[in-house]
């Protein structure tokens, strides 16, 4: 299986911050990863996929960018309804395994 | 708009079998590289993609759950079923079905359904 490690684990950041979390895979996967953000008590949503591309409705403050195997997703002014946990996850290879999550919490 | 709902027990006793229902509108099977995967969350957990299936019936299983786990489609009536043997303690989590578009991650999601396993 394809390793996801998301760093850091938790993040606290005050509101208009540039935040930035990172997600490293195990192996190459090309550009087939995706965001999600999970606010508390609800599903999660895909915010982007292959790597950079903005899911439809998403914000513009949200972007994300690639290096190799190493992926960021950056939130460009932090708001306070970006209170959440952020998940990545390869769908190059099954089984598409996520990261572990980065609880991003608002100072 | 592209809706998903799944539904089935609250409540499972050990070594029983999960059958659990997504209901989708919005979408087709009949459109080509549509898929509907299934994943869940352990409470205060990560989480885990457990299976995928396609518009031609392909799928695909989580290996760690492979042969306790089925996952089944109904064209004419917008569903998929996910099917989960033997359950244990550890298959307690929030159950979510969401949709798959072609070179796109999963999205939307439904709301999910916790699954419970107790005696």
């Known amino acids: 299986d394809i390793q996801m490690t998301q760093s850091p684990s938790t993040l606290s950041a005050s509101v208009g911050d540039r935040v930035t979390l990172s997600c490293r895979a195990s192996?190459?996967?090309?550009?087939?990863l995706a965001w999600y953000q999970q606010k508390p008590g609800q599903a999660p949503k895909l915010l982007i996929y292959?790597?950079?591309t903005l899911e439809n409705g998403v914000p513009s403050r949200f972007s994300g960018s690639q290096s190799g195997t190493e992926f960021t997703l950056t939130i460009s002014s932090l708001q306070p309804d970006d209170l959440a946990t952020y998940y990545c996850?390869?769908?190059?290879?099954?089984?598409?395994?996520f990261g572990q999550g980065t609880k991003l919490e608002i100072k | 708009q592209i809706t998903l709902k799944e539904s089935g027990p609250t409540l499972v006793k050990p070594t029983q079998t999960l059958t659990l229902t997504c209901s989708f509108s919005?979408?087709?099977?009949?459109?080509?590289?549509?898929?509907v995967g299934w994943v869940r969350q352990p409470p205060g957990k990560a989480l885990e993609w457990l299976a995928v299936?396609?518009?031609?019936?392909?799928?695909r299983y989580s290996p760690s759950l492979k042969n306790r786990v089925t996952i089944t489609k109904d064209t004419s009536r917008n569903q998929v079923v996910l099917t989960m043997t033997n359950v244990d303690s550890v298959d307690t989590a929030t159950y979510y079905c969401?949709?798959?578009?072609?070179?796109?991650?999963?999205?939307?999601w439904g709301q999910g359904t916790l699954v419970t396993v107790s005696s």
């Open positions: 969401a949709h798959r578009r072609h070179n796109s991650g999963f999205g939307p």
């Open positions: 919005g979408f087709s099977f009949t459109t080509t590289t549509v898929g």
């Open positions: 299936i396609y518009w031609n019936g392909d799928k």
């Open positions: 192996q190459t996967i090309s550009s087939w």
């Open positions: 292959q790597a950079s």
């Open positions: 996850q390869q769908y190059i290879g099954y089984p598409y395994t």
